[in-house]
């Protein structure tokens, strides 16, 4: 069996060549043939995810964050062979790796392949690229792609939360959106507008508790003007889950497959946490794209 690790040796606090020796060893005694190419650049990850599927390889190893994940992904979409893929977090944040009940150790994420389970799940297209679990934009949604590398490998998570503060103001400056959700238009005022397939992003964990990742279908959070006084309330209602409930605090909830999103031309999107495109938007879900090893845990909830 032929596998290739892709890893992104800047992700995180950079310490997952330290466990890469290991890890080929591991991977060797079970028999696999393994290959190693780390990533050079931005976007590098997405050209090695396709020449190792078109190349026939069964299984990509994905190390690095929530960004080299995207990146792999959207190489394998571009291939007609579809690879397994392991996916080791060792990114800041890993929403994917905490849906997926993904182990935070390099080396415990291997036993994956003996007691997980191989699971088809969802992938969004954006236009001409591909995302895992979140497409937005609005208030927050810079913060994990502006916020400078060398903070995120020093502080981690905090990194985040600092570069946050900044945004706070923009809870009050909303913007018009028009919105066609399975051909139901909405056209209104937001912050924040979310579409995903996760249990949970920026750290948060079970804020969508009856997602199902393979069922073709997005979670769609819209959350309108917003002031300091309801940030509390905005908090405990996300931590309680998003639903239909959250109207309580103005929250439009929805579940769709198909979207589009006419804004202003400036209007950045934030894909799997990284820089998205710009502008107007079209949202497709590519049901059960890609194969992905899963905890039997998230398995059992999830699909």
């Known amino acids: ?30 028999g696999y043939l393994v290959e190693v190419t780390p990533t050079r650049s931005k976007g590098n990850a997405t050209d090695l995810a396709a020449s190792a599927s078109d190349s026939g390889v069964d ?6 964050g929530d960004g080299t994940l995207n990146e792999i992904v959207n190489g394998v979409m571009k291939s007609k062979n579809l690879p397994e893929i392991l996916f080791i977090p060792s990114g800041t944040t890993n929403d994917i790796a905490s849906t997926l009940d993904i182990p935070k150790d390099p080396i415990k994420c291997l036993n ?8 088809k799940i969802d992938v969004g297209k954006i236009n001409d690229k591909y995302f895992v679990y979140e ?40 913007n018009r959106y028009e919105i066609e959700v399975d051909g139901e238009i909405i056209d209104d005022d937001y912050v924040f507008i979310m579409f ?8 948060f964990k079970n804020i969508f508790r009856e997602t199902k990742l393979n069922d073709g279908k997005f979670d769609i959070t819209l959350v309108p003007k917003a002031n300091i006084k309801l940030v509390g309330d905005a908090i405990n209602s996300i931590l309680r889950g998003v639903s239909k409930k959250n109207k309580d605090i103005g929250f439009v909830y929805k579940t769709a497959s198909k979207i589009t999103v006419k804004c202003g031309a400036d209007t950045n ?32 909830k999830l699909f």
């Open 112 to 119: 994956l392949l003996d007691d997980g389970v191989v699971a």
């Open 135 to 174: 497409a937005s934009t609005g208030v927050f949604t810079k913060v994990t792609y502006t916020t400078p590398s060398l903070l995120k490998t020093h502080l981690g998570y905090y990194a985040y939360l600092i570069s946050s503060i900044q945004e706070i103001p923009k809870l009050e400056k909303p």
């Open 196 to 203: 995903s397939n996760t249990t949970g992003f920026g750290g």
């Open 269 to 300: 999107w934030n894909i799997d946490g990284e820089l998205g495109p710009t502008g107007n938007i079209e949202i497709s879900n590519q049901k059960q794209a890609i194969k992905i090893y899963v905890s039997k845990k998230a398995h059992k």
């Open 59 to 64: 299984l990509i190893i994905a190390a690095g």
């Open 1 to 30: 069996m032929r596998v290739r690790i892709i890893y992104n040796p800047t992700s995180g606090n950079e310490s997952f060549k330290y466990d890469l020796t290991e890890i080929i060893e591991k991977l060797t005694e079970r």
